[in-house]
């Protein structure tokens, strides 16, 4: 007799700028989604954007209330994807790896309260054995091409995402994930953590020529929704001054990362 596999609980976790959130940042959750199931070894129960905070210091940012409201708008829709504001509300740029163990926490004890509710309500002394849930880096291909960047990730940083958490990548337009992967050796050893989504419906929407469009007056309709839209006028976001924020700023975890010794990845 087949023993049936048991899906390991899944949530997706995207940090990013969200400046705004776009239709393709969305599509993300859905098309990790479908490949994570595809595996037949995991079950997506939730996703989480995760908007930067102000910290970060990129040009063109915009206050992490607005980035927190619009996407919290364009997510209306989602009955399996929320946005969480803790990262955008930290004082200074968090790490992502440190965003990635706030929520592992959380998605932990949420696991362990359902599991005692779950055992407490059948009175049965046995108790309810389901894998325990994991959370992983749901990222679009050009993330991967951070660890490249000198000075950027710690080491220690990068092996601790790769290896404990692990990545869902998705591919878009002419980037080669694969080779990202191949040339890290902290990510190669880690590839069996790190699953390559392959996008076929291009989309190549990005936030930076949203933010170009809607400068120039031009229309941004179906590269984001309309509520978003909307948000973005009545608070007049995304202009030629908005887009000066910031500028001749060193992102905030490149004069972070600079105050200790960091060796390269391939060192």
């Known amino acids: 007799m087949r023993m049936a596999i048991r899906r390991v609980p899944l949530v997706l976790l995207a940090c990013g700028s969200f400046n705004p959130i ?30 930067v905070s102000d910290g970060y210091g990129k040009q063109g940012l915009v206050e992490a209330k607005h980035r927190i409201a619009m996407a919290k708008l364009a997510l209306q829709s989602s009955n399996w994807v929320t946005v969480d504001k803790w990262e955008s509300q930290q004082p200074d740029w968090t790490e992502t790896v440190v965003t990635l163990r706030y929520h592992y926490d959380h998605v932990l004890k949420e696991y362990e309260q359902s599991r005692e509710k779950h055992n407490n309500s059948s009175g049965n002394s046995t108790p309810l054995s389901s894998p325990t849930p994991q959370l992983k880096l749901l990222c679009g291909a050009d993330f991967l ?31 080669q994930p694969e080779r990202c ?16 989504v392959r996008e076929w419906v291009r989309n190549e929407t990005s936030a930076t020529e949203v933010r170009r469009a809607l400068r120039r ?19 007049n976001l995304y202009t030629e001054d908005s887009e000066r924020r910031n500028e001749g700023m060193v992102l905030r975890p490149l004069s972070k990362q600079a105050q200790q010794p960091v060796k390269s990845l391939d060192d």
């Not at 984001?224 to 948000?231: F, L, Q, S, T």
Request: hydrophobic fraction near 35%; include cysteine; charged fraction near 20%.
């Open 217 to 235: 007056g031009l229309s941004v309709k179906y590269l984001i929704p309309d509520a978003v839209i909307e948000y973005i006028q009545q608070h």
């Open 145 to 175: 091409n951070t660890f490249k960047v000198p000075g950027l990730w710690r080491d220690d940083h990068v092996e601790e995402v790769a290896g404990r958490f692990g990545l869902v990548c998705v591919s878009r337009g002419g980037l």
């Open 181 to 196: 992967v191949h040339e890290s050796d902290t990510l190669s050893r880690h590839r069996h953590n790190i699953y390559l």
């Open 22 to 51: 776009t239709n393709q940042h969305m599509r993300l959750f859905e098309l990790a989604r479908d490949h994570m199931h595809s595996t037949g070894l995991y079950q997506v129960v939730g996703g989480i954007v995760s908007p």
